[in-house]
RNA sequence: UGCCCGGUCGUCUAAAGGUAGGACAGCUGGUUUUGGUCCAGUCGGUGAGGGUUCGAAUCCUUCCUGGGCAACCA
């Protein structure tokens, strides 16, 4: 079904292969997949990269994904969450199929089955304390012990079960446990806990529950009740599975019966992608929200100014497989360059101006010369911009004394100013700190963009901008967040010790050609030979401020 | 040291017993009014041993090694 004839063969991954044994077999007629993110937080790279697994596959073969908001924890959850993933979801370019869901919508159902297990002896409520569970589970090398509580009579945990929906008992003194295996090998199989007591208010059910059913008794159930066909999520549940498939058994049967499968998560080096960490360094205050173009949240991305067909393709392009892998930052930053460089307009800007007058110019003279917006993309058109007796080049692009493979400006040299004119370095003004600080060039008017007669090859292109045209606009600067490849340490908080103290650099008063007067927030743009850039909403009407979404690739920077 | 999963270029990923290939990164060179793009080339890998086979990344086996599992989180 992959029917766009130009799509290069690809060879299909594993769950590709499930999923056409299925079909082919019977086993299911059409691919329901579902994304259940936790309303707990907000969405990463990783969660996008699920994002694209379930419902690029579903559209692959011509079905559907449900959005399922797994909120089983009223303690964590927030309706705030919801509305940042169901907004990142969409940005990501996905519809999910009909309204959203909630596992919460099946909480009466799910209560329903726990008394058809109850009556059938396979759930047990259980006055043990938390501590007392605990010890009951045992090690993973040895088995556990069985709970005092686990033979109580149907008709009694029927009552229980009730009074404890009612309120009728404080939080952590009763829970609803399955009734398994205590001596199996597989901790989650030792009589798990099916339901805890909480107090607090759900954002969608307020407090109409006492009692809250856990991940694992909702999840599966919730995948059978949709008609999920295939259960997608990422490895660390795969010791879950077992239980995901015993829950299913002792309930009357679901056509299609859902099962799990379970892919590698998406790993960035120099970045941590856990929840808890994340949430740490927006609380904590180390960046400047979920939205901080540092971050790796959809949101940060987002702001940062990648776009959502750059996030798709780099996902699609990480594979789909059970290894574990850690992901080089420079194959996202591929992706993105690879969309930006197609469909960014280019603009000057100079970053660290250094002023140059042009001698043989005559003062008060303004010519206005057409440049192309972008030379990748033939439609994009030109636009106008100004050259004058006083511009700004990069501080950087001069150098007194210039190795011979430095095509810049130095004294005596000789560079073409980005679709204008030659310019010649005659002359250069240093502060009392010995800082260049002006310079003093002379144009030929025969080197014209475009009309140039005279033959001469000239190796360097600079950009510039015109002083007494600029506008002075902000400019934020990002490297990467932490600066080794693997932040997380052995414990919890280790991972603050590799932040990046030079991951955000403002600077101000970069003068940017006129034509970026008009940008709107979100605008992204290619600032000539410095980088990609784009319009953070910080911005007011009297000042734009732009984020560096990321550099150009820069070879000479890298062999210096 | 119980159970489960995994090990292919630096990174990610193909090869379903038959030439170990691609992408990113790196390096060379060419084109270029962006030291960008584009193009060409190049470097570089099957964790180890044994076995089966005409032939093994793939099957068997021993070992080595990385990860997950002992929340009333998901």
New binding site residues.
Partial sequence: MISNEEEVKR????IE?KIEADLASGRTQTVVTRF???P?GYLHIGHAKSIVVNFGLAQQYGGKTNLRF????P??EDQEFVDGIMKDVSWLGYEWAGEPLY?SDYFQQLYDFTVYLMKAGKAYV?D???E???AQ??????PGTESPYRNRSVEENLDLLERMNKGEFE?????VRAKLDMAS????MRD??MY???KAHHHRTGDKWGI?????W??GQSDAIEGISHSLCT??????RPLYDWYLDQLPPFNPRPYQT?F?RL?L?YMVMSK?SLKKLVLRGYVNGWDDPRMPTIAGLRRRGYTPASIRNFAE????????????M??L??HI??DL??TAA?VMAVIDPLKVIVTNWPEGKVEWLE?EN???DPESGSRKIPFSRELFIEAEDFMEDAPK????LSPGGEV?????YAIQCQDFVKDENGKVVELHCTYDPA??????TTGR???????YVSASEAISVEARLYERLFNVEDPTGDTEDAFLDNLNPDSLHIVQNVMAEPSLATAQVGDKF?F???GYFCVDPDSTPGKLIFNRTVT????????N
Avoid: C
């Avoid at 797994?70 to 924890?73: A, E, R, S």
């Avoid at 490895?235 to 879950?240: A, D, I, P, T, Y």
């Avoid at 392009?317 to 080089?328: F, H, M, P, Y």
């Avoid at 493979?405 to 810049?408: C, G, K, L, V, Y």
């Fill in positions: 060879p299909l991954n594993f292969e259940p993110p936790e707990n797994d909120d089983t924890n303690e964590a596992a259980d043990s304390t938390q007392e569970i605990a589970r045992g090690i993973p090398t040895e939080k952590g003194s009763k829970v090998p597989n901790m989650h798990p806990i805890r007591i909480l809250y059913p856990m991940y694992d909702a999840h490895l660390e549940f795969e010791v879950h379970e590698s790993n080096n808890r392009a990480v594979g789909l497989t059970r290894q574990k892998s850690i992901t080089d420079s194959f930053e591929f360059r690879q460089n197609k280019r440049v972008n030379p990748e493979n430095f095509f810049r073409r100013l980005k679709g204008a080197t014209k963009s475009g009309q140039d090859k000239i190796k360097g292109v600079l950009h290619q000539m030979r410095k150009l690739k820069d070879s000479w920077a890298k062999s």
